[in-house]
Each structure stands twice: as C-alpha cells, then as structure tokens.
C-alpha cells in the first residue's frame, strides 16, 4: 500500500504565507513527478505545480512567483511554499505522485486526501 498524507493548510489572511507538506509512505521503490492540485467549491480540480525528480518545475500562471514546490527525495517529501496568498488560492490543496512500488512496475497515480487552505480577512 501507498498513502500520501498532507498537512500545512489553514486559515490565512490575504498576503499571508502557508507551507503544505506531503509525505509518500508504503511499498515505494521510485517516485518520478510529485505535485500539487486544488480545487475549489464548484469548480474542476486544477494543476497548481509539479516537481519532477530531477527537480524540474511546472506552476500554473496564476501562482508562478507567489508558490515554489520543492521536494526532499530521502524522505519522499513535497512541500508547496506558499506566498501573497489571495482569496482565490482558497481550496482544498491534494498531492499527486507517480510511483512505481517494485522494479519493472508501472507508474501509478496516488492522491492524497487533502488540505484545506482558506485566505480571507
């Protein structure tokens, strides 16, 4: 089995900072592309970044220079840094990866159950 358990998301003024973490456990061999998705309420879920595991980055136009995404492969660890948050970035944040659990597997899709990031005043 693999989880993906998140944390780090909270109430949050608007120009404030959170940091969410995601951290992968379970039968894990390899881990090629972690990320981050949120949706809000009554909308589709949308790519926020993704990190791959050599450390290439993608971001949504609506947060590049606010989010950076980073991961700590030793401890299979993505973690989304998030500055000058406004009250669209508020959704449920879910963690995404591709993980492969033994040698010759093939890459399958995880989520995480999901944090919730609320910006308001």
């Known amino acids: 089995q693999v989880q993906l358990v998140e944390s780090g998301g909270g109430l949050v003024q608007p120009g404030g900072s959170l940091r969410l973490s995601c951290a992968a456990s379970g039968s894990i061999f390899s881990i090629l592309t972690m990320g981050w998705y949120r949706q809000a309420p009554g909308k589709q879920r949308e790519l926020v970044a993704t990190?791959?595991?050599?450390?290439?980055?993608d971001y949504a136009d609506s947060v590049k220079g606010r989010f950076t995404i980073s991961r700590d492969n030793a401890k299979n660890t993505v973690y989304l840094q998030m500055n000058s948050l406004k009250p669209e970035d508020t959704a449920v944040y879910h963690c995404n990866a591709l993980i492969r659990r033994v040698v010759g597997d093939r890459w399958n899709a995880y989520w995480g159950q999901g944090t919730q990031v609320t910006v308001s005043s």
């Open positions: 990190i791959t595991s050599g450390t290439s980055t």
